[in-house]
């Protein structure tokens, strides 16, 4: 009997030493497609499996020949999967001295295009000889693209500075450039800087334009939000004022600034932006957030990043926001915030959300915190913020906190990154500006992110300061950064499969442990 039992034991001993071995097998193929929801992920010795940075604003087709500054880049994707990419830029050409819009694209095909200048030489003629930047960018149904920038050139509209659009189709190129913050029916009203645009389009190929103003009007002397549309019955609305005067009372009476745009599914445009107005919340700068549909208008301004169920804990300025919209129509805003707590002193990410059954959310920091462990102690500022197409959250952000990278004092920022998936809840943050291959080769300031995402890929671009074959100058680069799909909820791991198979083993041998008893 004896020697029975210890056969049966080292059987199991056996089935379920296999069993452990399998399902840990498993569960290490899981965390190397999975790193960032790794526990033992550490972000200061490991690096993320991105494609190497490349300089997209010179050297395509090894001619370099940008020696200016190339900023704030912006990007956006079309239905085919193409890249488009903008940013502002004062290397001098046959445009002249003065900064200009230039924009570049890439196809499977053909890889990334030579910078463009767009904001100016439509038809060999150069007239734009003022300050073009701050653009945004957007794609519509049909492949067309549209951009919009500030700009400083003196025309019949003053010399003040204004929002200026062009658009591009393959049949044509680019289009002359049209002033879309002023000119109303011949009307030029607009007399005083409208800076930081943001642009739309929804699903009926509507253009929906932001942007921060500082005219004087009925709603006081202060910055404003102004909001223009464009269809092609009725081309550009006149501008409108959406940060204030909702039923007719001017209440928001300080700087309203850093605005953000995003359209639904159902067309209905949602706003966000970074407000200086004094109320209940306090005297520091807080997010706001409003909304137009065509059956409401647009809605009265809400305060998303204090507040919630009436608790104003968060005392410090809250600056830079971003909005995407996911396949449900719920709400993702994120921004900079410089207020105290558990994470430290220095200024992170926050998120917040909205549901339709639930309203917003608490926000959280995303920038620092991962399994409790607060080790990011630099300025993580202006986040942007994507979702693919199986609805996975991706935030990137600058960030200065020194690690294997190198970090700190305003000499070399990093860009870095998060993710987040209702399985997984939030990543831990990953250096996606260097590091490739465990080469840390980026020595400077990467700054002012923009991201994309489709279904395999989010794609990132920003401004870097790194010196290179391309020369000192500061230089726009790209970078893509595969997509991990989580296991699912419901699907059954090869992990738990062998535990199922243990188990019935072992129920095996006891049905027939007790037969044998019977003989």
């Known amino acids: 009997m004896k020697k029975k039992l210890g056969t049966i034991f080292l059987v199991l ?58 900023r704030y880049p912006e990007i956006a994707i079309d239905s085919s999967g193409n890249l488009h990419v903008v940013w502002g830029d004062d290397t001098d050409g046959t445009w002249g001295t003065d900064y200009e819009v230039m924009y570049a694209s890439y196809t499977t095909a053909t890889g990334w295009s030579i910078a463009t200048v767009i904001s100016d030489g439509y038809m060999g003629s150069y007239w734009n000889d003022d300050f073009s930047s701050y653009p945004d960018i957007a794609v519509d149904s049909t492949g067309k693209v549209h951009v919009v920038w500030i700009d400083d050139t003196d025309g019949i509209w003053g010399s003040d500075v204004e929002i ?31 800076i930081q645009p943001a642009i739309t389009i929804d699903n009926n190929n509507k253009i929906h334009v932001i942007w921060i103003d ?40 300080a700087p309203s600034i850093h605005c953000a745009i995003a359209s639904d599914n159902d067309g209905v445009i949602h706003v966000v932006w970074e407000d200086e107005t004094t109320g209940i919340w306090g005297t520091d700068n ?17 305060l998303i990043s204090d507040g919630h169920n009436n608790i104003y804990w968060n005392n410090m300025d809250s600056s830079y926001p971003d909005i995407a919209i996911d396949s449900s129509n719920d709400l993702h805003v994120v921004w900079d915030d410089n207020t105290d707590g558990v994470w430290g002193t220095d200024e992170e990410i926050m998120y917040t959300s909205y549901k339709s059954a639930s309203g917003w959310s608490v926000p959280i920091v995303i920038s620092d915190g991962y399994n409790d462990i607060y080790w990011n102690n630099g300025e993580s500022i202006t986040a942007s913020i994507a979702i693919d197409p199986n609805d996975i959250i ?10 294997i990278w190198g970090g700190g004092d305003s000499i070399d920022e990093e860009i870095m990154y998060v993710n987040y998936t209702d399985v997984a809840g939030w990543s831990n943050v ?20 923009s991201i994309i995402a489709d279904a395999n890929n989010v ?20 970078t893509s950064i595969s997509i991990h799909k989580a296991e699912d909820k419901d699907e059954i791991s090869f ?12 129920l095996g041998l006891i049905i027939y442990i007790k037969k044998k008893s019977k003989f």
Do not use: C
């Open 286 to 302: 807080e997010i706001f957030y409003t909304s137009y549909s065509t059956s409401t208008d647009w809605s009265n301004a809400t």
């Open 430 to 449: 990953v250096v996606i500006s260097d590091g490739a291959n465990d080469i840390y080769w980026n020595d400077h300031l990467s700054r002012n992110p």
């Open 164 to 194: 200026m659009y062009a658009s591009y189709i393959s049949a044509t190129g680019w289009s002359n450039i049209t002033v879309i913050s002023d000119g109303y029916m011949g009307d030029y009203w607009n007399d005083d800087d409208s």
């Open 459 to 478: 794609h990132a671009v920003w401004q870097d300061e790194t010196n290179g074959v391309w020369g000192t100058d500061e230089e726009i680069m790209y």
């Open 13 to 70: 001993l056996f089935v379920f030493t296999i069993s452990i071995m399998l399902n840990s097998s498993n569960l290490a193929i899981y965390k190397r497609d999975n790193d960032l929801n790794d526990i033992n992920f550490n972000i200061r010795t490991s690096s993320w499996d991105f494609d190497n940075a490349t300089v997209i604003s010179d050297g395509i087709q090894d001619i370099i020949w940008n020696d200016g500054m190339s």
């Open 214 to 253: 500082n005219t004087d009007g009925i709603w006081g002397w202060d910055w404003e939000v102004f909001y223009t549309s464009y269809t092609s019955a009725t081309g550009w609305s006149n501008a409108t004022v959406i940060s204030d005067g909702y039923n007719n009372i001017y209440w928001n009476d």
């Open 394 to 403: 991706h935030v990137a952000w600058e960030d200065d906190t020194v690690g």
């Open 495 to 506: 992990g738990f499969f062998s535990l199922l198979l243990m188990s019935i083993t072992i």
